[in-house]
């Protein structure tokens, strides 16, 4: 709890180029529940060396994502955006975590599995140790939520049990952080296979539509967009493309499947297209117009870089130094 309000921890990584994906189904959730909670919002560049990196463009797509949580909409006067680099609280208290994790435990993750297997040249350590670091991100501020998608889930519960075994050990450290269910953001899938999540990774350039598109852009996108040979408009798994479609057209209208596919009623599928394009377009101009507008105001950047690395650093040197005493490290002298 800080100042009476439960405490939220969420980051996304600065590698590759957001899509609307990354937007509809956390981003814009973010902003509403920045209200509610105390949000940390972290930009997790710690996370992404576990991959090989430019540094030049590294710094600059952290910045650019640091930017963009601002021009979604969250307001960096209240929610806490900063550079995981920025607080070394992140690394020390991983390495305490470590040694409170299995690694029969880490051999289990998926994600492991996977990124081990795409990178096959460099399955470094930090690969394998990745979650332990995700689990240092949440509970050095003490969060008592995590939204995250489905990819991520198992790194919440491995989280939970490294926190649980280090409570039963030390007595109550750690709060055991639950994951953020409730209205969940909507998951977009790629728009040339609607079996497969919108990845800012893709090789196919239409599979997803980025939030920095222009118009043109993310309309051509659209009309390109893989449906199905149904000729009907519903709203069911027997019709991915269509569903994607309208899980699209309803995050940026806020309307509901039930609307929507009433509203498209007797529609051809390149109306719909073309409607749910328009739909995007509207969503997104505001944001890139704020980002443009903030991407010219450095100081204004700095200022919120500078400021919210001050309060992250203040609220995660003191789980740190808790957690220190506990394990028995010596007492600093000042
Ligand atoms: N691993 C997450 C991802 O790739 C990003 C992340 C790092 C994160 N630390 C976190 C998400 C803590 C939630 C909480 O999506």
Redesign the pocket.
Known sequence: MIDGKKVL?????ATGTLTIGNYLGALQNWVKLSDEYECFY?V?DL?SITVRQDPAELRKRARNLLTLYIAAGLDPKKNCIYY?SHVSGHAELSWILNCFTYMGELNRMT?FKDKAAKHADNINAGLFT??V??AA??LLYQ?DV????I??MQ??EI?RDIAQRFNGVYGDVFTIPEPYVGKSGAKIMSLQDPAKKMSKSDENPNASVYLMDDPDTIIRKFKRAVTDSMARIAYTDEQPGIKNLLDIYCACTGKTSEEAVKEFDGSGYGDLKLAVGESVVSALKPVQERFAELSKDKAYIDEIIKENADKANYYAMKTLRKVQKKVGFPERIR
């Open positions: 921890f969420s980051g996304m990584q972290s997790v996370h995981q994600q990745y979650p670091l995700m991100d949440i969060a995590v939204p995250v998608g990819d991520q790194h919440l989280t």
